[in-house]
Structure formats: C-alpha cells, structure tokens
C-alpha cells in the first residue's frame, strides 16, 4: 500500500475529485479526515470508504475560515497523532465564457480572492503538525485556465495562476521542515461533471456558445488534447495517491500535467 498507516485530510471531501482522492487514498492504506461544509455529502463518501474496509471521520468545515481551520487541524492532529497528507479540494463557484464588459470587479475578484485564501488557510493550518512529523505532503489543484487563449476566462485565469505561484511558493517556504508541495492542473473531467458544480458553469458556458456541455466535452477532448481524450477522476485520484507516498519523496515545487495533453509545459 503506498499510504500505509498515513494520515490525509481532505478539504473539500465531499466533493467530485475530494471524493475520489479520498477512497483512493483509503484503498492505499491512509485514516481518512473529510472537512466540507455539506455533511450528507461528506458522509456519502465516509461510508463508501468504510464499506470497503477504509477509515474515515467527517467534519464540517467552511475552508474559508482561519479558525475554524485551525481548530479542525489540530483536533485531527491531537486524535490521529498528526498530519501527514493534505489535500485542498474546495470548490469555489464562479463564471466562464463571459467577457471582461460583462464582469464587475467584485465578480472578477472573488474567485482569485477564494481560491488563494482557502489554499493559504488551509496550507497554514496543517504545516505545523505535518513539521512535528519530520515531514508531510500539500496537494492543491488548478486547471489550465492560466494557459487558455480564448476571452471570457479572464477571473478564472487569474486564479489559476494564483494557485500554481502559490504552491512553488509554498514549497520553498517549506522544504526545510521536510513538507513537499505538489500543484495538480486537470483539465475538465467528464465523469465529474454531474457530480459537481461545474455541470451548471458549463451549461451556462457552453448555452452562450450555442452548443451543450456534452458537445463541448466531447470536441474539446477530440480536438484539443494530445490524447484524444479528457482525464478521468480515478486517473487524477490515484495521481494524487502516488504523490502523496514516499516513491513520490524527491518530488516537491512540481505542477503535474494531468490535462492529456490540451496544454504543454
């Protein structure tokens, strides 16, 4: 197992991809702690963690505040004995596809503004207990908006960017207390899609383009990609399994391609 005896939390666990990762890193070996602010959802994926054996606690948590963060962190820490593996999955529901005229500054800033604090409050928050441990894992997500040549992105971009600088950043702040710092970009994942927020983004998206989210998908992933295809969630959950584990140990400061390909680095 290559999370044998770890101990992960997973913000935004109730989600498409923190779902995902979180049974991936259960199947791998790793106690489970799931921090969402929607209980039924985090409690669906406890109990298919459970169902096959796994450990798994639920905690509902906004990760947009400091305090109540760091308490969770350190309760997690006090009962499982530390942190070894944190991942920050939280969604942050914003717009797409609109052009710079039609969006106010306050709509422009809040997805940069949500997305770094919650990366930032939640990277602080489990530091500490990851250093007592001689070490541990960050994981954080982007998607290639940073990189798209298309207007109406301009937000969303920007906070891509602000996610990616953010985990270099992070991982020269905190290398020397053996804590490693992997940023995952995936691009769209069908399979998540109905399972998330982003089913709505990208009806509305895809409406003003006059076509649907599934011709979208289907295009983009036959057109754009290298792969001619788009990435699947078990594919990005058992990515983020390995880079969390010990063979990923020399890996840190990396933005992992997990796009198949529609951007190149």
Known sequence: MLLKDKIAVIYGGGGAIGGATARAF????????????????????AADIRAEGGRASVDVVDAQDQDAVDAHAGRVAKRAG????ALN????????GLPMADVGVDQFLHVINANARTNYVTAKAVAPHMAERGGGVILTLTAP???ITSPGFLGHGVACSAVETFSRLLAVELGHRGIRVICLRSDAIPDAVPLSYTQGLFDDMTRRFGT??????ETHA?????????PRLDQVADYAAFVASDRAGAMTGALANLTCGSVLD
């Open 222 to 230: 036959k057109q754009d990609t290298l792969l001619g295809r788009l």
């Open 212 to 217: 649907t989210t599934e011709a979208w998908l």
């Open 26 to 45: 259960a199947r791998e070996g790793a106690e489970i702690f799931l921090a969402g602010r929607t209980l039924e959802r985090l409690e669906r994926v």
């Open 89 to 96: 999955a939280v969604s942050v529901v914003h717009t797409q």
């Open 145 to 147: 908006g940073s990189r």
């Open 82 to 85: 530390g942190i070894d593996i």
